[in-house]
T-cell receptor, first 111, second 117 residues
């Protein structure tokens, strides 16, 4: 089993709709969780950190479910510019705090 | 500089040649990662440096790949006897360590695109 797993998609989303997807992780000792966004042929960039209580940044909401070991990202009122690959990142304290990426979930927002 | 700097941005080489890719991380960042990304694929972890600890080399695909980080700052990824399957974008990222806000957040360089003919 991979340490961090994501549905690769693509998720085809009508403009204005809501889309949500999860990322599961296998290491129960993980403490830090992030969502990154990667546009085509660009480097990944931090979208948001994920906090235990859940957090929101504009149209983006991130949740952490420690019991089931997954994090989620929800995008409301999708814009065409939200089309990208969304990468989840989890740390591994036992491995010197190494950060591990999931394979990414591709989201395509269409008019 | 303010960000992670990588050079060269593009490198075309002939099969069998050696290449060196350089990464200049954000000043003060103790953690440095190298990843590889082929077209349309996810990030492939290569190597992780954290402070003075022994690097995690578990992602290096073969003994033709090596990396070093001198003085805890600049890192060089070396690929010997390049093969066509080495063609990819090589991304470097750095982060600070700790529990403070912003710690463990990776900042990526723009990458070095390697093409092996």
């Amino acid at each position: 089993r991979k340490e961090v797993e994501q549905d690769p998609g693509p998720f085809n989303v009508p403009e204005g709709a809501t889309v949500a997807f999860n990322c599961t992780y296998s290491n129960s000792a993980s403490q830090s969780f992030f969502w990154y966004r990667q546009d085509c042929r660009k480097e990944p960039k931090l979208l948001m950190s994920v906090y235990s209580s859940g957090n929101e940044d504009g149209r983006f909401t991130a949740q952490l479910n420690r019991a089931s070991q997954y994090i989620s990202l929800l995008i409301r009122d999708s814009k065409l510019s939200d089309s990208a690959t969304y990468l989840c990142v989890v740390n591994n304290r036992a491995a010197g705090n190494k950060l591990t990426f999931g394979g990414g979930t591709r989201v395509l927002v269409k008019p | 500089g303010a960000g992670v700097s990588q050079s060269p941005s593009n490198k075309v080489t002939e099969k069998g040649k050696d290449v060196e890719l350089r990464c200049d991380p954000i000043s003060g960042h103790t953690a440095l990662y190298w990843y590889r990304q082929s077209l349309g694929q996810g990030l492939e972890f290569l190597i992780y440096f954290q402070g003075n600890s022994a690097p995690d080399k578990s992602g290096l695909p073969s003994d033709r790949f090596s990396a070093e980080r001198t003085g805890g700052s600049v890192s060089t990824l070396t690929i010997q006897r390049t093969q066509q399957e080495d063609s990819a974008v090589y991304l470097c990222a750095s982060s600070s360590k700790g529990i403070a806000s912003g710690a463990n957040v990776l900042t990526f360089g723009a990458g070095s695109r390697l093409t092996v003919l």
